[in-house]
């Protein structure tokens, strides 16, 4: 197993694949590896097998596992390989695992290990063992231990907390969980999994938080939709553990801690074909950070979108205490109390003239502004402060709930940058009123008026440095890298998890072959607001979820800052106005990632000797087995620095 991921590793480090640099990070260097090409972003195939999405690479040797037979007669069915049911079964109407005829060919083949290690070809004397395996991305499944919705389907959740409230709806998206697993195709007739029997997975895992009746049997326990909805978009929850709260018998929630505990669950309990089980995993790693441009970025954790209700309703009370210190942290304003506007000081107490440059290491960590700052230079030149300025307090307009126009004051005084609203005639923050009053723009109307709930909903506001809102749907936007700097979803547990970055379970590798999972995240999201109809249809978020496969395939992915050249690629299959077309941003901006490798190494071990007269280990026959283990190995690395940032190690019992 150490030398499969020690294999993948090599990759990440090969000086033609990437080029290394260093940085400290939060007083932790650490060496970041940035893939030479798009192509260096993705762990490398050798099969490409059309239909099996999951299959990235097998052992090869020439000395085949499936029909090179042992002396003692042992050798590893297709069947075999296939019992975690990641590639597509033959007979999609049984519950047996065996795989579809073109996965035969490509069964994996034996590598030879001596006292030396594993070996090309070594002399038969040597061998005391041979291995083979294969490599999945489990990283491009929906986790099982999240996604799923209750039945009936949850509506309109109002969240009070963090001031202002909201109103949720699963199909506003933010979270993995709201996938709808409608849209994945069971057989190639095109049935699709029944509501009914992805309630019962939800029931079975989330008992104790979704409140399942005491006196309900299961399978069908009726797990209730509001506290489902509250509970996926608290998002201070890292979702790597389960909910510690019980019911009034005492009962948790519950997790598949191993991929045999759910394919157990889905085969003789729910009612559900087998066929599910491709689209599934259950293990999912995010480090929740940008994704690095350069060696010299400085911004190690995206930004939480929610800190913005920090500001409060405009015009507001002057801040004291903890809050005045928290936005100052993260804003970089202080609130004037002569002309009750904010200020722009940055970590000092003077107006500022200019974005101050994140600084290096990260320590203090970036404010608000100048994340915006970094992440809209990327692609081109810096905007003038204002600008930058006047794209934040839009955010922020966005963001709250009220007509007041924000105001954020700079050097050289009395400069105000504003924000947008639509309200006629404009309520300016702060007094004395601005000569002229800032005017509502023409064909510009703020529709959401309330906190984000995904990172692609920072679409709806109003750009000044473009005079468009910001354009999440072309390649090469200038606005797409705020994609990867902000987040609906984040928390710190870096001590916990000693890794540099917060760890997340969830979001998918949007670089995925299997576009049966991005249509998952796709369906069911509203391609407005208000909205007007009941989300994306299977009909439109199917030729999406295959559009987007086939741009990754041929380009992967390096960040989210892609999400806007993937919303290019799909063009009017979900509308033909930029508010439709955004979805794509607002379905996937905080249900997928990039930078993490999430594999599932499936791996057959023999310990073994050649018969005394075996000339040449391809003599497969003369091979004696005298032990044999079986493993599933899950296991997450980050593509930037080559850690192993978690690994499970599951024994196959057959």
């Known amino acids: 197993m150490d030398t499969v991921i020690g294999d993948l590793r090599q990759e990440i480090v090969d000086p033609v694949r990437s080029t290394a640099s260093t940085v400290t990070v939060n007083g932790v260097v650490v060496t970041i590896y940035t893939p030479t090409s798009a192509a260096n972003m993705v762990p490398q195939r050798n099969v490409n097998l059309a239909g ?91 986790d099982a231990n999240l996604v799923g919705l209750p039945s009936p389907t949850p509506g309109a ?51 104790a938080t979704t409140n399942v009746p005491t006196n309900r049997t299961f399978p069908d326990l009726s797990p209730s939709p509001s506290p489902f909805v509250t509970y996926f ?26 991929r045999s505990q759910l394919i157990q669950l889905v085969l003789s309990s729910i009612g559900t074909s087998p066929n599910l089980l491709q689209y599934l995993g259950t293990f999912s790693r995010e480090l929740n950070s940008p994704t690095w441009q350069s060696a010299t970025n400085p911004i190690s954790r995206r930004f939480q979108l929610d800190k913005i209700s920090l500001l409060g ?10 809050r005045a210190t928290d936005i100052k942290t993260y804003f970089g304003l202080q609130w004037s109390t002569t002309t009750n506007r904010w200020q722009y000081v940055g970590q000092g107490s003077s107006l500022l003239s200019a974005i101050p440059t994140p600084a290096p290491g990260g320590s203090p960590p970036p404010d608000f502004f100048q994340i915006l700052n970094y992440a809209y230079s990327i692609p081109g030149p810096t905007p003038p402060i204002d600008k930058i300025l006047s794209l934040g307090a839009a955010i922020i307009d966005q963001y709250d709930a009220d007509q007041v126009t924000t105001g954020i004051e700079y050097a050289p005084a009395p400069a105000i940058a504003w924000g947008a609203e639509d309200r006629t005639p404009a309520i300016p923050m702060g007094s004395p009123g601005p000569s002229p009053l800032p005017t509502p723009i023409p064909g510009y109307s703020p529709v959401l008026q309330q906190p984000f709930q995904s990172v692609g909903e920072l679409g709806y506001a109003y750009n000044p440095i473009t005079g468009q809102t910001l354009d999440f749907k072309t390649s090469g936007s200038p606005a797409a890298a705020l994609l990867d700097f902000f987040t609906y979803n984040t928390t710190d547990n870096t001590a916990t998890y000693n890794l540099p970055y917060p760890l997340r379970a ?22 407005n607001w208000p909205p007007t109809t009941a989300g994306v249809p299977s009909s439109s978020a199917t030729p999406a979820a295959t559009l987007i496969a086939a741009a990754t395939s041929a380009q992967p992915a390096i960040s989210r800052q892609d999400i806007a050249r993937l919303a290019g690629a799909v063009g009017n299959t979900i509308g033909g106005t930029e508010e439709p077309q955004e979805t794509v941003a607002r379905a996937l901006g905080d249900t997928t990632q990039t930078r993490t490798w999430g594999l599932l190494i499936d791996v057959i071990a023999q310990s073994g000797r050649y018969a005394p007269d075996a000339t040449s280990v391809t003599q497969a026959n003369k091979f004696i087995v005298q032990g044999e283990q079986h493993y599933w190995v899950h296991v997450a690395i980050d593509r930037f620095t080559g850690q192993v940032i978690d690994k499970q190690i599951e024994v196959v019992n057959e």
Not at 161 to 172: D, E, G, L, T
Not at 313 to 322: I, M, R
């Open 157 to 207: 959740v109002t969240i009070a907390s963090p001031s202002p409230s909201r109103v949720a709806y699963i199909s506003r998206k933010g979270t993995v969980a709201f996938a709808d697993l409608t849209a994945l195709s069971l057989t190639p007739g095109g049935s699709t999994p029944n509501p009914m029997t992805v309630s019962r997975i939800v029931g079975w895992r989330n008992y």
């Open 52 to 142: 099996v999405f999951n299959l990235i690479r097998r052992s090869a040797s020439g000395i085949n596992s499936t029909t090179g037979v042992s002396a003692n007669g042992r050798y590893v069915t297709s069947t075999r390989w296939n019992g975690h049911y990641l590639i597509p079964k033959g007979d999609v109407n049984t519950s047996d695992p065996s795989p579809t005829p073109t996965f035969n060919p490509v069964t994996p083949d034996w590598i030879f290990f001596t006292s030396a290690g594993a070996t090309p070809s070594p002399p038969p004397g040597d061998v005391i063992g041979r291995y083979a395996y294969a490599v999945y991305d489990e990283g491009g499944l929906l």
């Open 506 to 527: 969830g979001p998918v590798n949007i670089n995925t072959r299997n576009s049966w999972v991005i249509a998952a995240l796709i369906k069911s999201a509203f391609p």
């Open 313 to 322: 309703s405009s015009p507001t009370p002057a801040p004291t205490g903890q």
């Open 233 to 258: 978009l608290d998002n201070s929850r890292d979702f790597l553990t389960v909910n510690p709260i019980t019911n009034s018998r005492g009962r948790t929630d519950q997790t598949f801690s191993t």
